[in-house]
C-alpha cells in the first residue's frame, strides 16, 4: 500500500479542484440563482468533467462567486440596453392617445359651434382643473365672464343657469386636454428611463410630449384673442382669431399624426420582423419603379388634404359658412362678383400692397370659395389616383393592404364631400358641422395610413436584414 501513495498523490495532483466541488452546493446554485447564473453554473459543471488535468490557485467558493458576479453584471448590463424593437403594449398606448385627440378635437369644435369657447377667460393650468364649488365662485366666474365682448354683443340676455352649460363643455374641454398630457408624459418618463423603448422612438415620445404642452398655450393664446372685440372693426361680432383657429387645429392634427404613425410603425416593425422572409418579399415589392409615382402622389395628396383642413379651419374661425349656403354656385354664378373678393375693406396698407393676401385669409367669401375650389381638387385628385392605382403596372405590383386603403380613402373622401355640402346648405347646423370636422381627420387618417403602407423605414429594414442573416448562420454544436 505505501508503494501506491505517491502514485495516488501524483494522480489527485492532476485532477482540477473544480472537480471536488459539493454537488449539493451546486444543485443549491442552481435552485436560488437566476436564469443567467444558473446557465453558468451548469456550464462550468460540465466543463468541469472534461477540462484538463491543471493545477489552480482558485478556491471552489471563490470561484462561484465570481460566477454569480460576472452574470449579475451581465444581467445589468443588459438592462441599460435599449430594446431592438417597441413593445406592442406601447403601440396600443400610442393609438390609444391618438383616438383620445381625435375626440378632442371633435369636441372642441362643439364648444366653438355652440359659443362656450369663451366662456372661461382665465388659463389657470393647475387650479382650473376644478370648476367653481360654492354659488360665490359661479357668481365670480359670471362677472368676468359679462365683462366679454361675446356677453355683451350676443349673450346679454343670459342667465346663470345658461352660463354653467357653456362653461361646463369648455371646462371639460380643458380638462380632456390635460388628461391627454398627464396620460402621455407620465408613461413617456417611465418608458424612457426604464428603457423600454428605442432610442429611436424615445426622441419621438419626446417630442409629441412637447407638442402637447405646445397645444395648450396655442389654445390659451387663440381664446385671448376672442377676449377682445378688435378683430376688424369696434362692434363686430366677437370670436376668435381665424390664424390662431387653424394654428390650434394644425398642432392637433399634427399631434395625433404623429401618435398614429409611430403606433402604427411599431406594430409593423414587429409584424415584419416575426417574418423575415415575407417582409424581404414586400420589400421589394415596395421598391418596384411602378410604385415610385404612386408613392409620390400619396404625399402630395396628404399635402393636400392638410391645406384643405386649413382652409376649413379659416373657414369656421371667419363664419364664412353662414353666407352662401347654395352648391356648387355662390349667388348668381360659379363665384362670387369679383369687387366683393377682393374687397379694399380688408387692406391696411394705404398702397393696397396687402390687398391680395388679406382677402385671401380674411374675407369671408373669399376663404369660401377658396375652401370650395381646394375640396373639389382634393376630392378629383384621389378619384383619379384611385384610377391609377387600378391600371397599369402600379396594378400589377401594388400590395393588396395599400389596394384596400385606396378604396377606403375614396369612401372617406365621397362621405366628407357630402357632410360639407349638408353642413353648408343647412346653415351650418352643429350636428352637421361636428360630423364634417371628424370626417376631415377620418380623411387624413386614411390618407397616412395608406402612405404609412407605401412605406418601409431603412430602421426596419435593418433589423429585418440582421434576423435574416442570424436565421441562416449555421449553429454549432458540442
Not at 451548469?42 to 460576472?70: E, L, M, V, Y
Amino acid at each position: 500500500m505505501s508503494l501506491l501513495m505517491p502514485s495516488i498523490r501524483s494522480a489527485a495532483f492532476r485532477l482540477p479542484k473544480t472537480a471536488f466541488v459539493c454537488r449539493q452546493c451546486l444543485r443549491q446554485q442552481r435552485y436560488f440563482a437566476p436564469a443567467r447564473v444558473r446557465e453558468l453554473v451548469r456550464f462550468n459543471s460540465t466543463s468541469s468533467s472534461s477540462a484538463a488535468a491543471a493545477p489552480t490557485s482558485t478556491s471552489p467558493g471563490k470561484a462561484g462567486s465570481t460566477i454569480i458576479a460576472s452574470a449579475t453584471a451581465s444581467a445589468q448590463s443588459a438592462k441599460r440596453t435599449a430594446p431592438e424593437t417597441n413593445p406592442k403594449s406601447v403601440a396600443y398606448w400610442l393609438i390609444g392617445s391618438a383616438v383620445s385627440v381625435f375626440g378632442i378635437v371633435v369636441f372642441g369644435g362643439l364648444t366653438r359651434l355652440t359659443e362656450s369657447g369663451l366662456s372661461i377667460t382665465e388659463w389657470k393650468p393647475v387650479t382650473g382643473s376644478l370648476p367653481p364649488m360654492s354659488l360665490e365662485d359661479w357668481e365670480a366666474e359670471f362677472e368676468k365672464y359679462r365683462a366679454s365682448p361675446e356677453f355683451k354683443l350676443l349673450n346679454s340676455h343670459m342667465d346663470l343657469a345658461e352660463f354653467k352649460k357653456i362653461y361646463y363643455m369648455e371646462w371639460t374641454h380643458r380638462l380632456w386636454g390635460r388628461f391627454i398630457g398627464l396620460s402621455f408624459v407620465i408613461p413617456t418618463a417611465y418608458l424612457i428611463a426604464r428603457r423600454r423603448v428605442t432610442p429611436r422612438m424615445a426622441w419621438n415620445l419626446v417630442g409629441i410630449s412637447g407638442l402637447i404642452g405646445f397645444q395648450g398655450f396655442i389654445g390659451w393664446w387663440m381664446v385671448k384673442s376672442g377676449l377682445k372685440d378688435d378683430l376688424f372693426a369696434p362692434g363686430s361680432h366677437p370670436r376668435v382669431s381665424q390664424y390662431r383657429l387653424a394654428a390650434h387645429l394644425a398642432t392637433a392634427f399634427v399631434c395625433y399624426s404623429w401618435m398614429l404613425l409611430s403606433g402604427l410603425s411599431i406594430l409593423r416593425t414587429r409584424r415584419l420582423v416575426a417574418d423575415p422572409a415575407g417582409a424581404m418579399k414586400l420589400f421589394e415589392a415596395l421598391r418596384s419603379p411602378g410604385i415610385v409615382p404612386f408613392r409620390r402622389s400619396v404625399a402630395a395628396l396628404t399635402a393636400l388634404v392638410s391645406v384643405t383642413v386649413l382652409s376649413g379651419a379659416l373657414v369656421a374661425g371667419l363664419d364664412a359658412g353662414l353666407i352662401y349656403n347654395e352648391f356648387p354656385k355662390m349667388g348668381l354664378g360659379l363665384t362670387p362678383p369679383s369687387s366683393e373678393l377682393w374687397d379694399k375693406f380688408y387692406s391696411r396698407q394705404e398702397d393696397g400692397s396687402d390687398l391680395w393676401w388679406r382677402n385671401i385669409l380674411e374675407n369671408p367669401s373669399l376663404v369660401q370659395l377658396d375652401h370650395r375650389i381646394l375640396a373639389t381638387t382634393t376630392f378629383c385628385a384621389i378619384l383619379a389616383l384611385f384610377a391609377y392605382s387600378r391600371t397599369g403596372r402600379v396594378a400589377a405590383v401594388l400590395p393588396n393592404n395599400a389596394r384596400k386603403g385606396m378604396l377606403g380613402v375614396v369612401h372617406l373622401v365621397s362621405l366628407q364631400v357630402a357632410l360639407g355640402i349638408s353642413t353648408l346648405i343647412y346653415m351650418v347646423p352643429v350636428s352637421l358641422a361636428a360630423a364634417h370636422q371628424a370626417g376631415s381627420l377620418a380623411l387624413l387618417t386614411g390618407v397616412l395610413v395608406l402612405g404609412h403602407r407605401l412605406r418601409v423605414p431603412n430602421s426596419t429594414l435593418r433589423l429585418v436584414q440582421k434576423r435574416l442573416a442570424a436565421a441562416a448562420k449555421p449553429v454549432h454544436r458540442s
